[in-house]
């Protein structure tokens, strides 16, 4: 398997453009964790999803952030409009859940984002 | 989620054991700890977790103190690509696995030549 896969692996904006972050998870996997990473804040949860539906979106920053997982194999965060303060690495992660069973979170290269 | 206090940062020359403490004085009967580190400009990676007995994979050691209000990660041989963020969580688990990592400030760990 290939692992977690993000695109684009770095993208740079001016601040007011919309951006768009992608995430494949491994194959199996029916848990989807989007993270945010930043000096000041370190690694904080935005977002995440159980077979597709969103679990806990309470780290979303604000109503700019958007991210949805319109199957099991594809997501997708979405800044609308972008600031310089979202500039930061956004990690998307995946994992298994099942019952009694623990599987790790198995989390992808990352996408380094600059607004200007 | 219990919270955990580990040293900002640490070294260790290669080949030998390095040995990272974190603390955990409010941890629950049903919490576990995790350990992940993160090397730079990478993704977390999992290293391995534990409940009250050790544990050891092929990655590293746990050794978690009977009361359970401590632990620590052993790299018995660590080389310089060990050099990484060391992140001690402690959460539910196992059935809550997939729940959110809380990730705190780390243990810099750096691998000295």
């Known amino acids: 398997d290939a692992g977690v896969i993000q695109s684009p692996r770095h993208e740079v904006t001016e601040m007011g453009q919309e951006v768009t972050l992608r995430c494949k998870p491994i194959s199996g996997h029916n848990s989807l964790f989007w993270y945010r990473q930043t000096m000041m804040r370190g690694l904080e949860l935005l977002i995440y999803?159980?077979?597709?539906?969103?679990?806990?979106d309470s780290g979303m920053p604000e109503d700019r952030f958007s991210a949805k997982m319109p199957n099991a194999s594809f997501s997708t965060l979405k800044i609308q409009p972008s600031e310089p303060r979202d500039s930061a690495v956004y990690f998307c992660a995946s994992s298994f859940r099942g019952p009694g069973v623990f599987h790790e979170q198995y989390f992808g290269p990352g996408t380094r984002l600059t607004v200007t | 989620d219990a919270k955990t206090t580990q040293p900002t940062s640490m070294d260790c020359a290669e080949g030998r054991a390095a040995n990272l403490p974190c603390n955990h004085s409010?941890?629950?009967?049903?919490?576990?700890v995790y350990w992940y580190r993160q090397i730079h400009s990478q993704g977390p990676q999992y290293i391995i977790h534990g409940l009250k007995n050790n544990e050891t994979n092929e990655m590293a050691s746990l050794i978690i103190t009977e009361d359970r209000k401590s632990s620590t990660l052993i790299l018995p041989h660590a080389t310089l690509r060990d050099t990484a963020v060391y992140y001690c969580i402690v959460r539910v688990g196992p059935s809550g696995s997939a729940r959110q990592l809380t990730f705190g400030s780390g243990t810099q760990l750096t691998v000295l030549p």
């Open positions: 409010t941890i629950s009967g049903n919490e576990y």
């Open positions: 999803f159980n077979n597709n539906v969103p679990i806990d």
